[in-house]
Antibody, heavy 117, light 106 residues
Framework: QVQLVQSGAEVKKPGASVKVSCKAS????????MHWVRQAPGQGLEWMGW????????NYAQKFQGRVTMTRDTSISTAYMELSRLRSDDTAVYYC??????????WGKGTTVTVSS | DIQMTQSPSTLSASVGDRVTITCRAS??????LAWYQQKPGKAPKLLIY???SLESGVPSRFSGSGSGTEFTLTISSLQPDDFATYYC????????FGQGTKVEIK
């Protein structure tokens, strides 16, 4: 079945970086864009950007430009999201989600990133 | 950037009620709108895409309507499994979510 399996929870100090992985299975990884969406505790959903796994092209939300890097490894059908210069307000659950020409039809279970000194 | 505004923020309802959630876009997004359901501790689930198309496997009590700047999600007869938070999302220009509507038990 189609699924996205994300890496485990992370605890980071302010100023550090975090890299979250998202392994796709059950479909052709290079055939669908991949989004990253985050959700701070008790808050709504926030779109961070997408990567085209076929070309490696990316499109980041303006808020995250300069701090986020999305990459992929097609040999293992895995997308990555790296966020640098972490702050306490980056504490959130980070989701990867498959794009189906706009709507996001398959989601990972989320990766909790906690930023604390 | 396109802003999405949902109303109400919280809705109290009983099993069997007809429930309507509204989503407004700050500019026209044609029909490029999706609705998601999220339960605590879980990832969002796609319910509706292109404003009114029902995602496969989603019960027919869910329906969506609207175009341009105003959209609605309707649950025709609320079931116990439907108590959750609902988000609209535009994908006309980049992607953006509404702030969510929590449907709670009355």
């Amino acid at each position: 079945q189609v699924q996205l399996v994300q890496s485990g929870a992370e605890v980071k100090k302010p100023g550090a970086s975090v890299k979250v992985s998202c392994k796709a299975s059950g479909y052709t990884f290079t055939g669908y864009y991949m989004h990253w969406v985050r959700q701070a505790p008790g808050q709504g959903l926030e779109w961070m950007g997408w990567i085209n796994p076929n070309s490696g092209g990316t499109n980041y939300a303006q808020k995250f430009q300069g701090r986020v890097t999305m990459t992929r490894d097609t040999s293992i059908s895995t997308a990555y999201m790296e966020l640098s210069r972490l702050r306490s307000d980056d504490t959130a659950v980070y989701y990867c989600a498959r794009d189906r020409e706009g709507p996001m039809d398959v989601w990972g279970k989320g990766t909790t990133v906690t930023v604390s000194s | 950037d396109i802003q999405m505004t949902q109303s109400p923020s919280t809705l109290s309802a009983s099993v069997g009620d007809r429930v309507t959630i509204t989503c407004r876009a700050s500019q026209s997004i044609s029909s490029w709108l999706a609705w998601y359901q999220q339960k605590p501790g879980k990832a969002p689930k796609l319910l509706i895409y292109k404003a009114s198309s029902l995602e496969s496997g989603v019960p027919s009590r869910f329906s969506g309507s609207g175009s341009g700047t105003e959209f609605t999600l309707t649950i025709s007869s609320l079931q116990p499994d439907d108590f959750a938070t609902y988000y609209c999302q535009q994908y006309n220009s980049y992607w953006a979510f509404g702030q969510g509507t929590k449907v709670e038990i009355k």
